[in-house]
């Protein structure tokens, strides 16, 4: 079983569209969950923590579930540029300064005029 | 502005040469690390550093090497020992300081094997 798990995708939506992301890992001890975004052939950015009462940062809503270990996305009223792969990432610990965040495989969004 | 640079941003290596990538950062971080990506995969670790004079193996270190002897630079050679070394690469660094950090990322350098 992979350490963290995304459905690949593609996700092909029109415009306006509600879209959500799921994402499970494998380790209970892990500490804090993040999402990234990547878009074609550039480096991944961060963009948004996952908290364990949820958050929400304008139309993206990132929620947690430790008991199933399992984190989800929702993006509200897709737009053409969020157009991306989005990386599910998990934080499984720290060995000293280092944080051991684990990666995805990504989920690819495509949103259509 | 705070950030990582990576250099060069497109690379090409000969069978059997031995190149080096750079990743540089002013972000006063502690962490640096070096990740392999593949069309359509995720990212694979490399090497990490926590410190100084200081390195780790990621999950596939096989035919690439590391310098840490300053803390703003953290260089990834691929060897000639790397049989499949076409890919896009990634430097990151991060924060020691407590709480809930990611990486921040280089943009990243492409190399191919001609």
């Known amino acids: 079983r992979k350490e963290v798990e995304q459905d690949p995708g593609p996700f092909n939506v029109p415009e306006g569209a509600t879209v959500a992301f799921n994402c499970t890992y494998s380790?209970?001890?892990?500490?804090?969950f993040f999402w990234y975004r990547q878009d074609c052939r550039k480096e991944p950015k961060l963009l948004m923590s996952?908290?364990?009462s949820g958050n929400e940062d304008g139309r993206f809503t990132a929620q947690l579930n430790r008991a199933s270990q399992y984190i989800s996305l929702l993006i509200r009223d897709s737009k053409l540029s969020d157009s991306a792969t989005y990386l599910c990432?998990?934080?499984?610990?720290?060995?000293?300064?280092?944080?051991?965040?684990?990666f995805g495989s990504g989920t690819q969004l495509t949103v259509l005029p | 502005d705070g950030g990582i640079t990576q250099s060069p941003k497109y690379l090409f290596r000969k069978e059997g040469q031995n190149v080096t990538l750079s990743c540089e950062q002013n972000?006063?971080?502690?962490?640096m690390y070096w990740y392999r990506q593949d069309p359509g995969q995720g990212l694979r670790l490399i090497y990490y550093?926590?410190?100084?004079?200081?390195?780790q193996k990621g999950d596939i270190a096989e035919g690439y090497s590391v310098s840490r002897e300053k803390k703003e630079s953290f260089p990834l050679t691929v060897t000639s020992a790397q049989k499949n070394p076409t890919a896009f690469y990634l430097c990151?660094?991060?924060?020691?300081?407590?709480?809930?950090?990611?990486?921040?990322f280089g943009s990243g350098t492409r190399l191919t094997v001609v």
């Open positions: 990151a660094s991060s924060t020691g300081r407590r709480g809930n950090y990611g990486y921040t």
């Open positions: 380790n209970s001890a892990s500490q804090s």
């Open positions: 996952v908290y364990s």
């Open positions: 990432v998990v934080n499984m610990g720290s060995s000293g300064s280092a944080r051991q965040l684990t």
């Open positions: 972000l006063n971080h502690d962490a």
């Open positions: 550093s926590q410190i100084v004079n200081d390195f």
